[in-house]
């Protein structure tokens, strides 16, 4: 089956030219994504762009409810919290086998969590897993019985349900792992509705029918997702039949595909958030006036306007109104104004410097980052500050940020879409997220105020006083301005006519189990 997915993918995309008309193969549908995947492990990656992939051909315990970021059931039946929120025992689902045969059982689940968690495990080291702060609160995972598993937390954690739903919760086979070791990336074997068939670096990732899915084999023979950075490039794929599904429109092109009866446009709304990380550890953004100016200097409405084009709204801080639960709305977004700009860099004691400012070619959520980035060097040189942009591919830039921008920049563009109001402040803001201690903290933000509170929402159940928490975090981390904040996006995305029951998704993935053509 998979040899004669992949010889007939071969020869669909032999002509893949702009001017010409590409012919996909009946059933097969080609979707055109903005980067290619840095793995095929859902353990080890990070990104959106991955994550839109790997969510078809995996499965977790739990997993989103279509059109809500609310928990249901997956590989899990079933599952019972105790009373003192510290154990989670979930009911596995029997009969369910890996695309490599071997068996879904609780063992797989423990398996699965040990070699994300546990450095003495014998397959710690086909990591690193950058995500695994998911679950820094499991003590340890317990088989009960073969189709029953326990998860013992340390104190209660709130979004424990959703960080399952999210990819570093998807389950491998642990034959797999054990085969393939540290190159798993590019032998992904899970249990979901479409299995592994082929990747070739730089041209396309392909994806197969899983005829016996627990769930219901999909209608479709294959998916075969093509990396396009560029997003010109893009559309000139969708335009000349290159492409079934297009991520991440240009703003230019969508009243294009609107107008146009052979498209259709799919807008929704979701948990993002577009910003400038700010190098606090090194001048001149080691002083609060310094980054506040930052936020002053930009015109963030004439980003979200002119660029964006009205697909965006201007952020007021580090929290997505997406969460409306957590969200606070009593917060203003920075206004546009330079002479303020200009008396905080003069109070902040900055002469000029070079300030290195990293933009990436595109990336998950990134939006129009080239455009973007130019123009806030403009309104950043408008008010005196010298900026030299560095532009990187976007897992080269990932490569660069991620690990910390101290000694390298002073500026960064970033976006992240979320599944809790926990999971970007906690990866991103606390002080023990520093990038050294596993996090993704780049800009080295501390206040020991912002930690507490952090640390008091993951563990508190009531989310009327979860929100509380969030709310109160939000006003400082605002006035403190470790980023510029920047653009809250709505997503989209344009499918050719003959595609039926495609959907966007509030947590931002790709799922096409039920996706016809």
């Not at 500050?385 to 830039?397: G, L, P, R, S």
């Amino acid at each position: 089956m998979r040899k004669f997915i992949a010889g007939v993918l071969a020869s669909a995309f032999l002509a893949f030219a702009p001017a010409a008309t590409a012919q996909i193969p009946p059933n097969v549908l080609v979707v055109g994504q903005i980067a290619e995947p840095k793995s095929l492990d859902p353990h080890a990656v990070t990104a959106v762009n991955d994550f839109r992939i790997l969510m078809n051909m995996y499965d977790g315990l739990v997993r989103y409810k279509d059109g809500t970021l609310e928990v249901e059931p997956a590989l899990a039946e079933s599952w019972t919290i105790s009373e003192d929120g510290t154990t989670y025992t979930f009911k596995l689902r029997e009969g369910v086998t890996f695309h490599d045969g071997s068996a879904f059982d609780a063992e797989a689940v423990k398996f699965n969590f040990d070699r994300m968690l546990n450095e003495d495990h014998p397959y710690h080291d086909t990591g690193p897993f950058p995500l695994a702060f998911f679950f820094s609160s499991v003590e340890d995972v317990e088989v009960v019985d073969e189709f029953t598993v326990a998860f013992n937390l340390s104190e209660p954690y709130a979004p424990f349900l959703s960080n399952l739903a999210y990819p570093t919760g998807l389950i491998v086979s642990p034959t797999a792992v054990a085969e393939y070791g540290e190159n798993f990336g590019r032998h992904p074997t899970g249990t979901g509705a479409y299995k592994f068939g082929e990747w070739e670096a730089n041209a396309k990732v392909v994806a197969v029918r899983n005829e016996g899915y627990w769930d219901g084999a999909p209608a479709l023979e294959a998916v075969i997702y093509r990396p396009i950075t560029d997003a010109n490039t893009r559309v000139a794929e969708m335009l000349s039949g290159g492409l079934d599904i297009m991520v991440e429109v240009p703003p230019d092109s969508l009243q294009q595909f609107k107008g146009d009866n052979a498209y259709a446009v799919h807008e929704q709304a979701g948990p993002h958030v577009w910003f400038l990380i700010l190098n606090a550890k090194e001048a001149p953004f080691n002083v609060k006036a310094a980054r506040q100016a930052a936020n002053y200097a930009i015109n963030k409405t004439a980003l979200v306007e002119n660029i964006l084009q009205g697909t965006a709204d201007v952020a007021a801080g580090p929290t997505p109104p997406a969460f409306a639960w957590a969200y606070n709305e009593a917060l203003e977004p920075y206004p546009y104004d330079p002479a303020k700009a200009k008396e905080l860099l003069a109070e902040a004691g900055y002469d000029g410097e070079e300030v290195t400012f990293y933009v990436t070619e595109g990336g998950s959520g990134m939006l129009d980052p080239i455009a973007m980035g130019t123009a806030i060097q403009a309104d950043l040189e408008a008010v005196g500050m010298d900026v030299k942009i560095e532009t990187y591919e976007w897992n080269t830039f990932l490569g660069k940020v991620n690990p910390g921008l101290e000694g390298k920049a002073n500026m960064a563009e970033m976006a992240w879409m979320t599944n809790d109001p926990d999971t970007l402040p906690f990866l991103a803001l606390r002080s023990d997220a520093f990038p050294d201690k596993g996090g993704f903290n780049s800009g080295y933000y501390s206040n020991p105020e912002v930690d507490t509170l952090l640390e008091a929402a993951r563990r508190e159940t009531d989310q009327e006083k979860r929100a509380q928490l969030y709310k109160q975090m939000q006003e400082i981390v605002q006035e403190d301005a470790p980023w510029v904040f920047v653009a809250n996006w709505k997503q989209n995305a344009v499918t050719r006519a003959e595609v039926k029951d495609f959907k966007l998704q509030p947590s931002f993935f790709l799922m096409l189990q039920d996706v016809k053509k």
